[in-house]
């Protein structure tokens, strides 16, 4: 009896595979369709990505999660993409680290990765073209700001186009499995941090090493098995490393954020944000008068953040998020009005607030 109900479930998964593979490659054709209408124009629209995987969490009746079911979809667009054009895709590398992962998140395993040795290596192939678009983390729950990200926004001709969400899970990994006899533990400097208080509960003795990233921490470990490395799933994979311990950063919801950057920003998507950089005036009050325009106008701050501005003693820049698109009247004339204001106003660029 149980057999025969097995058939009936296997016999109707494989008729529904049927009609999904049907499907998908009617997708496909539309999409292939929509490029050549495009005529070789800007393909990848983040706004619209957005709005396809919003609709799709919202009508998801089940079972499977709605991270689970925008995930897939995220994989369909990215492969109907390259049927128009495989897109290339800078990211701090090299393979098997957080930028990586967030890359593939965003845009799908479709795409043509770019790992560069540095942050600033990533800017300069998107600007020069050799890449279609960049990604760079931003800033991390519990360390904060990355800087030179921050300082590289103020001069690059890119625009924000998108962003990413990344849940950080850091695992301490080995190539053999004990935490006996470890004389070093490699990881990227803000993967230490993230990990401070597990470090000096479980190897308080061990010397910790800060290295360009995880992914090159975990290639030390598997060359020699006296090291160890802090580093997620995917270098652990990439490097056939084992996991002494999982999960071992000190805050719960540690995440990144990063930024997709480009050419152009983002058309509306309906659910938007603005990223500004802007320094004040050189008078007293002058920080208070610079955001009067968003409150006065009941524009929404969502971030603000400070940074030495490079080109003077004392002189800072302000890095500010709004709720709302550049093209909205209501933030179209906050911006204005900061113009008067500020002694520099920068328009990053308008994106879709990252669909989690």
Not at 18 to 42: D, S, T, Y
Not at 98 to 115: I, N
Not at 226 to 239: C, H, K, L
Request: aromatic fraction near 6%.
């Amino acid at each position: 009896m149980s057999e025969e109900r097995l058939k009936q479930h296997r016999d109707a998964i494989d008729s529904l595979d049927q009609q999904v593979l049907k499907l998908l490659n009617q997708r496909a054709e539309h999409a292939r369709a929509i490029g050549e209408i495009k005529g070789g124009g800007i393909i990848y629209r983040p706004e619209r990505e957005a709005q396809v995987l919003r609709r799709i969490k919202e009508l998801n009746p089940g079972p499977l999660s709605g991270e689970t079911v925008a995930r897939l979809f995220r994989e369909i667009m990215s492969a109907c993409l390259s049927l128009e054009k495989p897109l290339t895709i800078a990211h701090l590398g090299p393979a098997g680290t957080f930028s990586e992962s967030a890359s593939f998140k965003h845009f799908g395993h479709a795409a043509r990765l770019l790992p560069c040795a540095s942050i600033d290596e990533v800017f300069r192939v998107c600007e020069s073209s050799e890449a279609d678009y960049a990604v760079v983390p931003v800033e991390n729950s519990t360390e904060g700001a990355v800087g030179r990200s921050l300082d590289l926004l103020t001069q690059t001709p890119l625009q924000i186009c998108g962003e990413v969400i990344l849940r950080i899970h850091q695992h301490l990994l080995r190539s053999v499995p004990s935490l006996d006899h470890i004389e070093k533990v490699y990881s990227h400097a803000q993967s230490l941090a993230q990990c401070h208080e597990w470090l000096n509960k479980h190897l308080p003795d061990v010397e910790r090493v800060s290295v360009a990233s995880n992914a090159e921490a975990a290639r030390l470990a598997a060359e020699d098995s006296r090291f160890a490395a802090i580093a997620g799933e995917a270098a652990a994979e990439r490097f056939n490393l084992g996991f002494l311990a999982r999960n071992i950063e000190d805050e719960p919801n540690n995440t990144t954020r990063f930024l997709v950057l480009g050419t152009h920003d983002a058309t509306l998507s309906g659910h938007d944000k603005t990223s500004l950089v802007m320094s004040a005036r050189n008078q007293p009050g002058a920080v208070h008068q610079l955001l009067a325009p968003l409150a006065e106008r009941g524009v929404s701050m969502t971030k603000f953040e400070s940074r030495p501005s490079r080109t003077g003693l004392w002189e800072y820049v302000f890095f500010v998020d709004v709720e709302g698109h550049h093209s909205q009247t209501q933030v179209q004339d906050a911006i204005e009005a900061l113009r008067e204001r500020a002694a520099f106003v920068k328009i990053l660029g308008s994106y879709p607030v990252a669909v989690l």
